[in-house]
């Protein structure tokens, strides 16, 4: 009776109290990191990368050293010699056991995606885990369900041990404990390796590496933004819109361009918001959903690049034509870490790389290092532009692919943004990466020799120069008309350089005779 009492107990320990012990050490580590942040932000400290590194890792070590002390403790004082320690000691590591078998088969089964109902399963069915596993699940750091459960149960089981190693006699129980022990070791490194392939088949990006194509419409370009990022005219306005406003759209890298030009063209009541103005009228949606809009008539305008292939048979499929207006220059270019030794690349020499028929820097004369490729969203201009201008027929390899947690166990999948390590390549368009998002660690690599500088974008030397383009809808409306010409005026081409982006120089003189008439 005091034998099936003892067991009894013991599972007690394995399957709820330690579970409570982790809860109530990780409440505690919380806590202290909270304090950390908080006493940082008093003293005006911003934690970099490798401050908030030694934060997580030391929360983590702090947390397995709390366990280890409390299963000391539960050895010491907690236990009676004259029991089993062995099988008391084989049953707190059958949890472990567990969660690392479904683990195992969960990721095995979504082919190491973070997507499917496995892992609510495995939260439903480890209901003592449930207040920790909830917060991995919000956090996105769905490791957090196997790590966590199975490092705790393990540590605190290793102090038991070691207090309770003098009363641990060889029999049934300590062969048992050992074959348990054997097996999660086992499965650890299986869980390891499948860590290591998830990694291979979705990059994992850090903020401090990213390349992306983002940035906050109303803190950066709005008159009364707080970075104040708009381009101011030169001049008086030719005309303003009160009433009919053109509806304007497009790509993420033309947006500081279309944005400074509406804003001056365009008067407001003070009573409109400038959420309802991006309602209404002023909006991004990047290369793929501008087209779309368009076509769906639900923008006037829109600023991108080259159409795609499907975009322009989504045009043709919905009968409607296009206009397309060329209105800047613009160079398509390729970018590295700032310490990579390679600076320049023939035009052969990209097709082989983004179609995987080079695969080390060394065979380019970099270092000895294989190549990290990093491409843009399908139907993206910038994608579009390298299939286009730079592939021609040459098939690429696929793109990387990251998940992101989204809340509440929801998880997208999308194209990864570019992250600048030693080895990376990407690319995207100049202005971007140097006036938009300017970046010291990167630099812009030469085709044949030639450097992307705006000269060379000017005189069409440097081989990926490309042009902007304003597209609306056959016949558009006398309001859109105008602005398109407008863009084309001296004004126009003077606000565009004034921008960033290289006017069309070789034009302007006719342009400025038909805008005159």
């Known amino acids: 009776m005091k034998n099936n009492k003892w067991i009894f107990t013991s599972f007690v320990l394995a399957f709820i109290a330690i579970p409570i012990m982790t809860h109530l050490v990780a409440l505690v580590v919380l806590m202290l990191l909270g304090l950390t942040e908080f006493i940082c932000d008093s003293l005006n400290y911003t934690l970099g990368t490798l401050g908030q590194n030694l934060q997580l890792y030391g929360g983590l070590s702090l947390g397995a050293l709390a366990m280890f002390i409390e299963g000391a403790v539960w050895g010491k004082r907690c236990t009676r010699p004259e029991l089993n320690s062995s099988l008391r000691y084989c049953l707190m590591l059958l949890p472990a056991l567990l969660v690392l078998i479904a683990w195992i088969m969960i990721v095995q089964n979504a082919q190491f995606s973070f997507r499917g109902e496995g892992y609510a399963n495995l939260l439903f069915w480890a209901l003592p885990w449930w207040g920790l596993n909830i917060g991995f699940i919000i956090s996105g750091w769905y490791w957090g369900m196997l790590i966590i459960p199975v490092g705790s149960q393990v540590i605190f089981t290793l102090g038991y041990y070691i207090s309770q190693r003098k009363n641990i006699f060889p029999g049934d129980a300590q062969y048992g404990r050992n074959i348990i022990t054997l097996v999660i070791f086992i499965l650890a490194l299986i869980a390891t390796w499948q860590a290591k392939l998830r990694a291979d088949k979705y990059a994992y990006e850090t903020k401090e590496r990213s390349v992306t194509e983002?940035?906050?419409?109303?803190?950066?370009?709005?008159?009364?933004?707080?970075?104040?990022?708009?381009?101011?005219?030169?001049?008086?306005?030719?005309?303003?819109?009160?009433?009919?406003?053109?509806?304007?759209?497009?790509?993420?890298a033309l947006y500081p361009l279309y944005a400074s030009a509406f804003y001056a063209?365009?008067?407001?009541?003070?009573?409109?918001?400038?959420?309802?103005?991006?309602?209404?009228?002023?909006?991004?949606?990047?290369?793929?959903?501008?087209?779309?809009?368009?076509?769906?008539?639900?923008?006037?305008?829109?600023?991108?690049?080259?159409?795609?292939?499907?975009?322009?048979?989504?045009?043709?499929?919905?009968?409607?034509?296009?206009?397309?207006?060329?209105?800047?220059?613009?160079?398509?270019?390729?970018?590295?870490?700032?310490?990579?030794?390679?600076?320049?690349?023939?035009?052969?020499?990209?097709?082989?790389?983004?179609?995987?028929?080079?695969?080390?820097?060394?065979?380019?004369?970099?270092?000895?290092?294989?190549?990290?490729?990093?491409?843009?969203?399908?139907?993206?201009?910038?994608?579009?532009?390298?299939?286009?201008?730079?592939?021609?027929?040459?098939?690429?390899?696929?793109?990387?692919?990251?998940?992101?947690?989204?809340?509440?166990?929801?998880?997208?999948?999308?194209?990864?943004?570019?992250?600048?390590?030693?080895?990376?390549?990407?690319?995207?368009?100049?202005?971007?990466?140097?006036?938009?998002?300017a970046d010291k660690n990167i630099k812009l690599l030469a085709i044949n020799g030639v450097s992307p500088t705006i000269?060379?974008?000017?005189?069409?030397?440097?081989?990926?120069?490309?042009?902007?383009?304003?597209?609306?809808?056959?016949?558009?409306?006398?309001?859109?008309?105008?602005?398109?010409?407008?863009?084309?005026?001296?004004?126009?081409?003077?606000?565009?350089?004034?921008?960033?982006?290289?006017?069309?120089?070789?034009?302007?003189?006719?342009?400025?005779k038909n805008f005159e008439k």
Not at 229 to 242: C, D, I
Not at 464 to 469: L, R
Not at 487 to 499: C, W
């Open 455 to 512: 000269d060379n974008i000017r005189n069409d030397t440097y081989p990926y120069t490309i042009n902007g383009y304003m597209v609306t809808r056959e016949n558009p409306t006398a309001e859109t008309q105008q602005f398109v010409d407008w863009f084309l005026s001296p004004q126009g081409q003077q606000l565009v350089q004034d921008v960033g982006y290289v006017p069309l120089y070789s034009i302007m003189n006719t342009v400025k």
């Open 265 to 437: 063209l365009n008067e407001f009541p003070e009573t409109n918001t400038r959420e309802n103005i991006n309602h209404c009228c002023l909006k991004v949606s990047r290369t793929p959903e501008a087209y779309n809009r368009l076509i769906e008539n639900k923008a006037d305008l829109i600023f991108v690049a080259m159409p795609s292939k499907k975009q322009q048979q989504n045009a043709e499929a919905a009968s409607v034509k296009l206009n397309y207006t060329p209105f800047a220059k613009e160079a398509f270019v390729f970018i590295v870490n700032a310490d990579n030794p390679v600076n320049s690349l023939t035009e052969n020499q990209v097709r082989d790389i983004f179609s995987g028929k080079i695969t080390r820097w060394k065979d380019v004369g970099g270092n000895n290092e294989d190549i990290q490729i990093w491409q843009r969203p399908e139907d993206s201009g910038s994608q579009t532009v390298m299939l286009g201008k730079v592939m021609k027929n040459t098939p690429m390899l696929p793109a990387k692919e990251t998940e992101m947690a989204t809340g509440m166990g929801g998880v997208i999948r999308r194209v990864a943004d570019y992250q600048n390590t030693s080895s990376a390549i990407g690319y995207t368009f100049r202005y971007y990466a140097t006036v938009m998002n």
């Open 214 to 252: 983002t940035f906050n419409i109303y803190a950066d370009y709005h008159p009364n933004s707080v970075n104040k990022k708009l381009t101011p005219l030169r001049g008086n306005v030719p005309f303003q819109y009160k009433v009919e406003h053109p509806r304007l759209d497009g790509a993420t």
